[in-house]
């Protein structure tokens, strides 16, 4: 159900990294962590990778960069417990036992050091520049954050705990089974505030109920739901809410072929549901005509911050991009192809 994910997010609290957590990964057997930095070719190494991968017939999970959604921050290969990231900041991946199922691969030494030596002043300037475009993308979305608790407020705690206990109600049904012990979960993210807009990534497949919550009351009713299944001894997926990561935004089972997905009305939904459930509609009803009035205006003070943060990491990447322009002349990337022929010739070559 999860070929294409973030394990990354731009959140009002900065950059929040689920990297970690692939060590964690019982279907993971090796993990290669990639360093090096910019231009060096470390996503068309991946993106070499991955498609040798599924020409000979292996599924492949792609990790998407959450500020380049066009480039990859790594891949996982279940067939053959194979994990393979950039483990360069901001999501800094480093073994916890080096040698020991996890290593290093180097793409640094394909850089020429010397033609980049007359270049530092301009690097260096480019990764101020760069930098400097996240503090104004936190600010703004810390303020989005700020505002969705306060308007969520105003609808007072026991309306939503009454609208959020019927829906899972309704969602639940009578359908829990027992397990035979606890299952796991693993987080991802299933959206991101990126250079590209706000973006959300749909579930290959599978049978997917949405649950429109512009006022991000659901969160709780999904931990409860990924709770029960864990208990039942069911493995959980569970996608994070890069507005508010220490919520849930999504519970999937792919044991099953079925999930719940919170939908952000500022975000794209789903590509294809089969259920809706819609929280927004239960939460207003009845709510005062002066409530929902100033509730409007903070949801339109959220959308103008959204897209201020939006536009900064448009320049962000802008000047990302220029890095990379500035080292890519002096990448050899004759050896960095070299090094992708062997470890694809290593990994899929039949012994």
Known sequence: MTDTYF???????????????????????????????????????????????????RRVERILCSSDPDSLDGLLIPEIGLALVDGTAPHVVEPALCGCGANYLNLGRCYREAELRPLIPAIRAAKAANTACYGPVSGCLHAV????KARRQLLGRERVLAVTKKALGQILDGELPQGNGPGTVRRIYLSGITPKGLLSISPAEGRIW???????????????????????????????????????????????GQGWLRVHPDFPGPKHAMLRLDL????????????????????????SLLRQAVSWLRQAKDHHDLIEELYRPAVDFAAVTRETELLCRELFTEP
């Open 7 to 57: 394990l990354g997010a731009n959140t009002p609290e900065g950059f929040r990294s689920e990297y970690d957590t692939l060590q964690k990964d019982p279907r993971i057997r090796r993990l290669l962590i990639l360093k090096g930095g910019s231009g060096c070719g470390k996503s068309t190494l991946m993106k070499t990778v991955a498609a040798r991968a599924e020409e000979t017939g």
């Open 145 to 148: 954050s700020d505002l969705a």
């Open 280 to 303: 927004d509609t239960a939460l207003e009803d009845g709510l005062p005509d002066a409530i929902a009035d100033k509730a409007r205006e903070m949801r339109n003070l959220e959308r």
């Open 210 to 256: 949405t649950i429109l919550d512009s006022w991000g009351a659901g969160s709780g009713l999904l931990r409860t739901l990924a709770d029960r299944w864990i208990e039942a001894g069911e493995n959980v997926v569970l996608a994070m809410d890069p507005l508010d990561p220490d919520a849930a935004a999504g519970v999937l089972l792919p044991n099953r």
